[in-house]
């Protein structure tokens, strides 16, 4: 127990420490059931009932009425007067970090290709964006503008066509941030709808709202489970779970710059992880000592000491090779390597949604103005998965041009495979283009011996 703050001490020499790891890193990411069951009826109910279910819903939750699902709709010169009406430095700051996340996202752009056989045949890949795109933004008790930018900033240089954003507004109450972020980033149309209802709305179009292609951005535990329901009839982003940071170091940094990079994971919820890893004793005692000094002056004060308490941990390993090999195993979302040679470990680093190298690079720049997205993979996912992209808003196709020649030389190998499996009408449907072939190369023969 430190002060107000319990935080666990664990060390890779204990002999339990394989099941203490495993319990710190568990996570039931199954979906609720009561949770899941009222989300599959408000998503039943607005397929079937449209703008007239959005409105029950919207009043029911939000306390919003309104005549129409159109008068929910933010006007282009209203998202245009709240960048205007915000603090200049604060929209000089959104500025600045819409041109820094474009910036870096602007060499993810993939490009159409091909190229031609020695026989003729041309293959290639098209690259294409999506059409439409649903951006999710929470609202009530906080507002995300960074999360305006890291989706439609990726989306616009992707080339998306049109953006359509959903944010709530609890009690009619616009965040004016958002709606400048919104403006900033060139949103097209922005609802004041949210919850399970809004997704449903995104997924399966209603008489105002246009269905999408896909649907992306946070939310809450009614918005994650309708995510996951619509999944196949549109796209999603990825199913998130809670933020986590890791922070490996050498025992070097200031232990006040340590405690506050872990503080600032836990802030966002009692589940968000914060694990620093390191092979000094007395450095932990030092972060320690300091997360127990500043608790008090932090305003989410309560939620920090749930969050550390609950899921976070202060690990002490033999060197900082063990220390790569324990971050692989976590896979964490955020990874700060805080040493003196972070390039040197850099290598040895498989599995990690971001990693911050050294020790002015802190995980909170990453989440507003450092450039790449701070939409990322949790939960152990980033074994297989990557940082939201201008890839995740274009699509690739497959360009296939057979050449007459090369359908002989092909048919022959897919007639072969076709029949292995039984399949007669592929084997048939390559064998006539060798048919046609092979007439067409005696009548060249015949032409070339008689002179016809």
């Known amino acids: 127990m430190l002060g107000a703050l319990a935080i666990r001490r664990l060390s890779t020499t204990q002999p339990d420490f394989d099941a203490q790891l495993a319990g710190l890193l568990a996570f039931e990411s199954a979906q609720d059931p009561q949770v899941d069951a009222t989300v599959a009826a408000i998503l039943a109910d607005v397929r079937a009932r449209g703008d007239v279910a959005l409105l029950e819903y919207t009043r029911r939750f939000d306390g919003v009425t309104a005549d129409s699902v159109a008068a929910l709709e933010v006007l282009r010169a209203d998202l245009k007067q709240a960048a205007k009406r915000i603090p200049k430095t604060t929209r000089a700051a959104l500025e600045a970090a819409v041109k820094r996340v474009r910036a870096y996202h602007r060499k993810q752009i993939a490009s159409s290709w091909r190229y031609r056989d020695a026989d003729g045949t041309e293959l290639g890949q098209r690259v294409t964006a999506l059409d439409r795109v649903g951006l999710y933004v929470p609202g009530g008790r906080a507002a995300y503008p960074s999360s305006v930018i890291m989706n439609a900033v990726p989306a616009k240089l992707a080339g998306v066509r049109e953006i359509i954003m959903v944010a709530p507004a609890p009690g009619g109450e616009k965040n004016p941030l958002v709606l400048a972020a919104a403006a900033i980033c060139g949103v097209d149309r922005v609802f004041t709808l949210g919850g399970a209802q809004a997704v449903a709305a995104l997924a399966y179009g209603t008489a105002t709202i246009p269905a999408v292609d896909k649907i992306v951005g946070p939310g809450n535990a009614y918005v994650v489970a309708a995510k996951r329901r619509v999944f196949g009839v549109v796209g999603i982003d990825m199913v998130a779970g809670p933020s986590e940071v890791v922070v490996v170091c050498d025992g070097k940094t200031d232990a006040d710059w340590v405690a506050m990079d872990l503080f600032a994971q836990a802030e966002h919820d009692e589940l968000a992880q914060s694990i620093l890893i390191t092979p000094d004793g007395g450095f932990l005692d030092a972060v320690a000592a300091s997360m127990a000094r500043q608790l008090a002056d932090m305003p989410r004060r309560e939620l920090i000491a749930a969050s550390l308490s609950r899921r976070g941990a202060l690990i002490r390993v033999r060197d900082l090779r063990e220390a790569c090999a324990l971050v692989n195993r976590i896979a964490p979302e955020h990874l700060e390597l805080s040493v003196e ?92 283009r060798m048919q046609e072939n092979s007439r067409q190369g005696a009548k060249a023969a015949t032409k070339s011996k008689t002179g016809k």
Request: proline content about 5%.
């Open 341 to 432: 040679r972070p390039d040197a470990l850099l290598p040895k680093i498989r599995h990690a949604g971001a990693i911050f190298l050294g020790r002015h690079s802190s995980e909170a720049l990453g989440d507003y103005c450092a450039g790449p997205n701070h939409v990322l993979p949790t939960s152990r996912t980033a074994r297989f998965s990557s940082p939201l992209g201008v890839y995740d808003f274009q699509k690739r196709s497959s360009v296939i041009r057979v050449s007459r020649k090369a359908a002989g030389r092909l048919g022959k190998v897919a007639a072969e495979l076709a029949r292995g499996e039984g399949l007669m009408a592929h084997a048939r449907s390559a064998e006539f």
